[in-house]
T-cell receptor, first 117, second 113 residues
């Protein structure tokens, strides 16, 4: 079964520093994609960034970038220049292509990031 | 702005009650999903729908059913609520492509007493 793992339940970072949130996955598919979502205390899941397995370059969206290492099956999220508003839960997610063609995201257990002044 | 709206932010029900959680999207999305979120377990897929009147079981469908009579609305039904169904329920929707991002509602925190 396809699986996605986030090993850091919580992370602390000081404002303006960079932080890396880990995500590893397990799949036998050759073509797949990885998503990162942010969930602030308000509860709504906010899409941050997407990486396709055949994308030649690591994805970037503003202060967010993905450190995608396909051979290691890892897709770590890097947040540069952390801000207080980055304090939230972060989830990586993975739509298994083997799921009969249906788009069903499988989520990791999440990492709670706390940014301190 | 795209919007996924869940009818209630907080809900308190009694054991054995029939519970309806409603979700409406205004983006003409084909796919709609219901997840439950529990601490330490992340989000787990209960059911999803890829078209009107079509539904597929997710990873934890037991104790739940769904209804999609109109494209914009996807309802999650707890036929007889139990205390172990106390959780945060998140609805999401997306276009049909497999690498499309999901748009989420704000969630419904359900407590079953």
């Amino acid at each position: 079964a396809q699986k996605i793992t986030q090993t850091q339940p919580g992370m602390f970072v000081q404002e303006k520093e960079a932080v890396t949130l880990d995500c590893t996955y397990d799949t036998s598919d050759q073509s797949y994609g990885l998503f990162w979502y942010k969930q602030p205390s308000s509860g709504e899941m906010i899409f941050l960034i997407y990486q396709g397995s055949y994308d030649e370059q690591n994805a970037t969206e503003g202060r967010y970038s993905l450190n995608f290492q396909k051979a290691r099956k890892s897709a770590n999220l890097v947040i540069s220049a952390s801000q207080l508003g980055d304090s939230a839960m972060y989830f990586c997610a993975f739509p298994p292509y083997g799921g009969g063609g249906f788009q069903k995201l499988v989520f990791g257990t999440g990492t709670r990031l706390l940014v301190s002044p | 702005d795209v919007k996924v709206t869940q009818s209630s932010r907080y809900l308190v029900k009694r054991t054995g009650e029939k519970v309806f959680l409603e979700c409406v999207q205004d983006m003409d999305h084909e796919n709609m999903f219901w997840y439950r979120q529990d601490p330490g377990l992340g989000l787990r897929l209960i059911y999803f729908s890829y078209d009107v009147k079509m539904k597929e079981k997710g990873d934890i469908p037991e104790g739940y059913s769904v209804s999609r009579e109109k494209k914009e609305r996807f309802s999650l039904i707890l036929e007889s609520a139990s205390t172990n169904q106390t959780s945060m329920y998140l609805c999401a929707s997306s276009f049909g492509q497999i690498n499309e991002k999901l748009f989420f509602g704000s969630g419904t925190q359900l407590s079953v007493l």
